[in-house]
């Protein structure tokens, strides 16, 4: 089975703390983003990612690929109650599968004012 | 720009009856896909169609059915809904070298 672990499963903090979602896997993977769902809502594409080391910048969150491109981190610095969401990471294989992505399970964040 | 759009949005069934949930795009993209989403299996792929008249199963298939006649549309079928099928249903389109996908708003269907 392909998976994508996401870590924690849910985060409750306080507004202007650090945070940092781990995304692992035991699979290389040719790119991988991430997304936030807000309530209600459909995931939003935040970033994507396709170079072992790669480091993208989002305002005050920050994207890193591994360098063996199985594991991925998103670090939000001084979170704001405008950041809560479910963040997702997926996968997408080198070969392509139909388009198809394997989906983390989602990590469930709170920000609290 | 619209991009994705789902309908209804909203939905409630009777156990038995045949819903279809409908799903268009505004762009051109090849992929589409449909997901459920639900508390704690997170996205469980259905059905995805890489173009026109092109479909194959997913993840969990069980139970539904896809047509795609046209690039832009993508409408699955519950042809005997179960209460097991209570979820939120999200569209998606992609396209591209990194499978960069696309959501719709989503629709909540109830089956009683």
């Known amino acids: 089975t392909q998976l994508l672990e996401q870590s924690p499963q849910f985060l409750s903090i306080q507004e202007g703390e650090n945070l940092t979602v781990y995304c692992n896997s035991s699979?290389?993977?040719?790119?991988l983003q991430w997304y936030r769902q807000e309530p209600g809502e459909g995931p939003v594409l935040l970033v994507t990612?396709?170079?072992?080391?790669e480091v993208k910048k989002l305002k005050r969150l920050t994207f890193q690929f591994g360098d063996a491109r199985k594991d991925s981190s998103l670090h939000i610095t001084a979170a704001q109650p405008g950041d809560t969401g479910l963040y997702l990471c997926?996968?997408?294989?080198?070969?392509?599968?139909?388009?198809?992505?394997?989906f983390g399970q989602g990590t469930e964040l709170s920000v609290k004012p | 720009d619209a991009g994705i759009t789902q309908s209804p949005r909203y939905k409630i069934t009777e156990t038995g009856r045949q819903v279809t949930l409908m799903c268009h795009q505004t762009?051109?993209?090849?992929?589409m896909f449909w997901y459920r989403q639900d508390l704690g299996h997170g996205l469980r792929l259905i059905y995805y169609?890489?173009?026109?008249?092109?479909?194959d199963k997913g993840e969990v298939p069980d139970g539904y059915v896809v047509s795609r006649s046209k690039t832009e549309n993508f409408p699955l079928t519950l042809e005997s809904a179960t209460r097991s099928q209570t979820s939120v249903y999200f569209c998606?389109?992609?396209?591209?070298?990194?499978?960069?996908?696309?959501f719709g708003p989503g629709t909540r269907l109830t089956v009683l």
């Open positions: 169609s890489a173009a026109a008249d092109i479909t």
């Open positions: 699979s290389v993977f040719s790119s």
């Open positions: 997926a996968g997408a294989y080198r070969y392509n599968q139909g388009g198809k992505l394997i």
């Open positions: 998606a389109a992609g396209q591209g070298a990194y499978n960069e996908q696309f």
């Open positions: 762009w051109s993209h090849s992929y």
């Open positions: 990612v396709v170079t072992g080391g």
